[in-house]
């Protein structure tokens, strides 16, 4: 989530920014209300303050034997006023909080400009150019003839977009996973987590997938969401906490089921594998301090590219435009 104390010092870039990502703007409206919010507070502070002397002059008064009605009765009109100054500031407090949290990250000034992904641009590629003497096949057509993808059983017992894999891929997944953990963490030195599956708001509010991406979640009865990504749990790991520069960089590494409901998914290519609910996924989280965050990037980057290396798969490593960054 933005910082409301960097919006009021950025406005200008507020707005710039997030008009190359196709928003409008709301920096005028975020700090009225911040405005309108301190505002309230300072009133409350003053009235707390002024019925803490009243009830002690109440107290000394009542000791003399004085007259102390008019200020009982002030004291109750305070009361009033500060349960409705406490309302108001909740209220206040709940509208700016929400509208900061839709707003998208502001993208880095270098992020190519674009509406779709048309406009990325295209980095570096490695061993792309792959000829086959065979007739290519789609993953689902390749894995349901060797019978060791089963889409019908998985419908019959989960619904659409959940798979069985079975026999040699499903100990092929499994070793792809253990063999990315080993490099990840023998050779790219990072700590490898098993984290909770199930998180709670806060968890996701704070890695921003709530309130912008609810109905791409799984929400369980128990008031708890399935993980879309270990990318929640591996963050989370440091939420709430001051970390000394010095303890820095923090790197962890996770090996989860992923859980989406894609939502926005119709009209997309939903075939076989692709925008399952659920799939397995290795991630990589650093926490590093933010004049090493584009360092750290790359050497991230680096770390997923030697994977695909090792293993002799061809990729291309593309710069997301303004327009196609989620």
Same mark, same amino acid.
Request: glycine share 8%; charged share 30%.
């Given at each position: 989530?933005?910082?409301?104390?960097?919006?009021?010092?950025?406005?200008?870039?507020?707005?710039?920014?997030?008009?190359?990502?196709? #928003?409008?703007?709301?920096?005028?409206?975020?700090?009225?209300?911040? +405005?309108?919010?301190?505002? &309230?507070?300072?009133?409350?502070?003053?009235?707390?303050?002024?019925?803490?002397?009243?009830?002690? +002059?109440? /107290?000394?008064?009542?000791? +003399? /034997?004085?007259?102390? %009605?008019?200020?009982?009765?002030?004291?109750?009109?305070? +009361?009033?006023?500060?349960?409705?100054? $406490?309302?108001?500031?909740?209220?206040? *407090?709940?509208?700016?909080?929400?509208?900061?949290? &839709?707003?998208?990250?502001?993208?880095?000034?270098?992020?190519?400009?674009?509406?779709?992904? *048309?406009?990325?641009?295209?980095?570096?590629?490695?061993?792309?150019?792959?000829?086959?003497?065979?007739?290519?096949?789609?993953?689902?057509?390749? /894995?349901?003839?060797?019978?060791?993808?089963?889409?019908?059983?998985?419908?019959?017992?989960?619904?659409?977009?959940?798979?069985?894999?079975?026999? %040699?891929?499903?100990?092929?997944?499994?070793?792809?996973?253990?063999? @990315?953990?080993?490099?990840?963490?023998?050779?790219?030195?990072?700590?490898?987590?098993?984290?909770?599956?199930? &998180?709670?708001?806060?968890?996701?509010?704070?890695?921003?997938?709530?309130?912008?991406?609810?109905?791409?979640?799984?929400?369980?009865?128990?008031?708890?969401?399935?993980?879309?990504?270990?990318?929640?749990?591996?963050?989370?790991? #440091?939420?709430?906490?001051?970390?000394?520069?010095?303890?820095?960089?923090?790197?962890?590494?996770?090996?989860?089921?992923?859980?989406? *409901?894609?939502?926005?998914?119709?009209?997309?290519?939903?075939?076989? @594998?692709?925008?399952?609910?659920?799939?397995?996924?290795? $991630?990589? #989280?650093?926490?590093? #301090?933010? %004049?090493?965050?584009?360092?750290?990037?790359?050497?991230?980057?680096?770390?997923?590219?030697?994977?695909?290396?090792?293993?002799?798969?061809?990729?291309?490593? &593309? $710069?997301?435009?303004?327009?196609?960054?989620?």
């Amino acid at each position: 989530m933005l910082d409301i104390k960097w919006i009021r010092d950025n406005s200008d870039t507020l707005d710039t920014s997030l008009a190359r990502r196709g #928003v409008g703007p709301v920096a005028a409206e975020l700090l009225d209300l911040d +405005k309108r919010l301190r505002a &309230v507070k300072t009133d409350l502070q003053l009235q707390q303050g002024r019925r803490k002397d009243l009830s002690k +002059k109440i /107290g000394l008064d009542r000791a +003399k /034997g004085g007259e102390v %009605q008019s200020l009982v009765d002030e004291v109750s009109a305070i +009361k009033k006023k500060m349960t409705e100054l $406490e309302d108001e500031e909740r209220c206040l *407090s709940e509208r700016l909080q929400s509208s900061i949290l &839709v707003l998208p990250n502001i993208p880095h000034e270098l992020v190519p400009e674009g509406r779709d992904e *048309s406009a990325n641009v295209e980095l570096r590629r490695w061993n792309t150019e792959t000829n086959f003497d065979f007739e290519v096949k789609d993953h689902a057509d390749l /894995g349901i003839a060797l019978g060791l993808m089963d889409f019908e059983q998985a419908a019959a017992m989960s619904g659409a977009r959940f798979v069985v894999l079975k026999g %040699q891929l499903a100990l092929l997944e499994r070793a792809i996973a253990q063999f @990315m953990l080993d490099i990840h963490t023998i050779e790219n030195g990072y700590t490898e987590i098993n984290p909770p599956l199930l &998180v709670y708001d806060g968890a996701l509010i704070g890695t921003g997938q709530l309130p912008k991406f609810s109905e791409d979640l799984f929400k369980a009865t128990t008031g708890h969401w399935l993980i879309p990504t270990a990318e929640v749990p591996l963050t989370n790991l #440091v939420a709430g906490k001051i970390t000394s520069a010095g303890k820095l960089p923090l790197r962890f590494t996770a090996s989860t089921p992923c859980f989406r *409901s894609e939502a926005g998914a119709a009209g997309k290519d939903t075939k076989g @594998m692709i925008r399952s609910h659920q799939f397995e996924k290795v $991630e990589l #989280v650093s926490i590093v #301090v933010p %004049q090493d965050s584009d360092s750290e990037l790359e050497r991230m980057t680096g770390c997923a590219e030697s994977i695909l290396q090792k293993l002799e798969l061809p990729y291309r490593v &593309v $710069e997301l435009c303004t327009g196609d960054m989620g």
